[in-house]
């Protein structure tokens, strides 16, 4: 087996063995490892992160191929976390991968001890359960980072980092304002996204539903045949996971 001191070997050189100490003994938990959330959950692995919890209740399908990470004609049909999980582990055999085939809810939110992580990352696609990890994530004692929309969009430099109250130009943000605003409470703590302004229309043939923001299921686990089918791209989700995986990272270094 390849020591990790040798895999690992650039990233000690650039940030120092006291911040890849610190990087190997954090616990990160992450819901939704598809388009944006795969990405994340593999930099942070090829950081020197070892401790990492993988959240997603769906299997891989033909139309994830083109932009998330674990998604092949190879692994199509299998459960996204645990695709993930054999491909974590072939970077890092030493690495604690724990695969959860689950779904954030009301209902399931109880069996998530996120005080228990350092770091909490939001790439879900529910607006309902987003809200619901927002508060929980928020109400612990973790940092937390969330991705706003991915669809939609072409232009990577309009990727951009602010805080959930500034981020401009985007659909989910802005839904996800109106939904705290109606529920008359907010997040308890300030925290910081990945989004762009850009919003792109869909030049092909797609599904329709006002059930939907910017491809993101209103009030669903997950999207369905009913919700509105956005297109994406992986240079643009890409992008949005690498970005809150240095977040973490930045802010794991600068602790």
């Known amino acids: 087996m ?7 070997g650039r990233a000690c050189l650039l940030l120092g063995e006291e911040a890849m100490a610190r990087l190997s003994s954090m616990r990160v938990i992450v ?20 401790h990492l919890t993988i959240v997603d209740c769906d299997k891989v399908c033909v139309s994830n191929i083109n932009r998330q990470l674990m998604a092949t004609t190879e ?19 030493n690495a604690e991968i724990d695969a959860r085939c689950e779904v954030f809810t009301e209902e399931t939110s109880a069996q998530f001890d996120l005080g228990s992580y350092d770091y909490v990352i939001d790439a879900i696609d529910s607006l309902k ?3 619901l990890l927002i508060e929980r994530a928020t109400e ?19 990727i951009s980092v602010a805080e959930f109250r500034k981020v401009t130009g985007c659909p989910l943000a802005r839904a996800l ?26 030049q092909g043939a797609c599904g329709d539903s006002d059930d ?13 045949a009913k919700v509105q089918i956005n297109g994406s791209l992986m240079h643009i989700t890409a992008i949005f996971g690498l970005t809150l995986a240095g977040l973490v990272v930045k802010d794991a270094v600068n602790c």
């Open 212 to 224: 939907a923001v910017d491809g993101f299921a209103a009030d669903g686990p997950r999207p369905s």
């Open 129 to 131: 359960d987003k809200v």
């Open 177 to 202: 304002r109106q939904r705290f605003k109606k529920m008359q409470r907010w997040p308890r703590r300030k925290f910081m996204c990945v989004y762009s302004d850009e919003l792109l229309r869909n």
């Open 31 to 50: 819901f939704g490892v598809g388009g944006v959330g795969s990405w994340c959950a593999e930099s942070l692995v090829r950081t020197g992160v070892r």
């Open 140 to 158: 612990s004692g973790a940092k937390f980072f969330s991705s706003m929309g991915a669809a939609l969009k072409l232009d990577p430099t309009k």
């Open 2 to 8: 390849i020591p990790e001191n040798e895999i690992f």
């Open 75 to 93: 692994t199509v049909g299998q459960p996204k976390v645990e695709a993930l999980k054999s491909r974590l582990l072939t970077i890092n055999p």
